[in-house]
């Protein structure tokens, strides 16, 4: 065993480079800031297993438009998640995105800790968990995270591996051409325009987050990604077939059986306030597994950080008042106040 195992308990060996690191240096028992007291845990009796969600077929779309937006907006209200399939992106463009994502991951430490920083707003970003400077309770998973907006036409990227630009702009203009679909047909099952829900969204904004979850010497000890809402628009999450990710309904999780080359699409708060509370954005959250490493490479589709978000005025009237006041986007705080009552305790990651 290398001694650097015997001293992975101190919060400094841990901190910075993240659970890949770990893993690859021959860590056997997890260290003390990945355990999560007992009722932050996965509960085996509260996990109902290998739930087929709702399942969303783009081919019905060209087919009878009317019915595709009828299934979508009641997987929207009823799940707030569900799997696309016949999406038209090609698996190539998909493998490809997977193949470059793991190139990244597998680069020297030294050159993945050119990027490594807390601060959310970067053009790359790195890091281990959340913020792990303020977290008591790390998350069993290392990302990378980077923007695309449509102001800029050249967006920063990590410089390796070389492949990686190139797989990851066609993987991103594939996505970005899905989500625009959904969004309309979204609209429509809130019986407005189709360009409705884009309107609201402005100057939209894409953040690419790939995340890696190594195996985990006690997986019943840690979770990869505590439970939570996407603070976003709408989520497109492509996984590979190892599973983990669950969804909460109640009190009970759901454990999200992955379809081979499906995307698993989520609802975001920003579209749940749109929608005046129609659309469900669901909580959710990652197992992890003793022999297995995890990949999942995540689109959060969000509004302009300078929109404007509240319930749309067409869907409010005397039946229906609206559930939340108007914020801007870019302003966590007025965000949360605003939000105080409805939102769970998404924004509270232990
Ligand atoms: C996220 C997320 C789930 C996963 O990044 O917000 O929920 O399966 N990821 O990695
Ligand atoms: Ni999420």
């Not at 860590?27 to 509960?43: D, E, M, N, Q």
């Amino acid at each position: 065993m290398p001694s650097f195992v015997a001293n992975v308990n101190q919060q400094t060996d841990v901190l910075p480079k993240g659970v890949k690191a770990l893993m690859d240096n021959g860590l056997v028992t997890i260290p003390g800031r990945y355990i999560k007291p007992p009722s932050h845990r996965a509960v085996k009796h509260l996990i109902v297993p290998g739930v087929e969600i709702p399942v969303i077929d783009m081919a019905a779309l060209e087919s009878d438009r009317e019915k595709f937006v009828q299934t979508l907006c009641k997987a929207s209200s009823e799940w707030g998640i569900f799997q696309v399939i016949n999406h038209g992106i090609p698996v190539a463009t998909m493998q490809g995105m997977v193949h470059g994502v793991l190139e990244l991951f597998d680069l020297p430490i030294e050159e993945k800790m050119k990027y490594y920083t807390e601060e959310v707003f970067v053009p790359v970003r790195y890091c281990t968990s959340m913020t792990p400077s303020q977290e008591t309770h790390m998350e069993w998973h290392d990302h990378f995270q980077h923007y695309f907006s449509n102001r800029e036409k050249e967006h920063p990227w990590p410089e390796k591996p070389a492949c990686y630009r190139r797989l990851a702009s066609s993987y991103v203009s594939s996505v970005r051409h899905l989500s625009q679909t959904l969004m309309s047909a979204l609209s429509e099952g809130l019986g407005l325009d189709s360009n409705c829900l884009a309107k609201s969204f402005g100057d939209s904004e894409m953040i690419l987050r790939s995340n890696y979850y190594p195996p985990c010497p006690n997986p019943d000890l840690a979770l990869g990604m505590n439970g939570h809402t996407d603070s976003g628009g709408l989520t497109i999450l492509f996984e590979d077939q190892v599973g983990g990710l669950q969804a909460r309904k109640g009190d009970l999780w759901y454990d999200l059986k992955p379809i081979k080359n499906a995307f698993i699409v989520n609802i975001a708060d920003q579209l749940e306030v749109l929608s005046n509370g129609k659309y469900k954005s669901i909580e959710h959250r990652v197992l992890v597994q003793p022999d297995q490493t995890r990949l999942s490479i995540v689109a959060f589709c969000n509004p302009s950080r300078d929109a404007v978000i509240g319930p749309l005025p067409e869907l409010i009237d005397e039946q229906n008042q609206a559930e939340t006041p108007h914020y801007h986007f870019k302003d966590p705080s007025s965000i949360r106040e605003a939000l105080q009552s409805w939102i769970s305790d998404a924004w509270k990651r232990s």
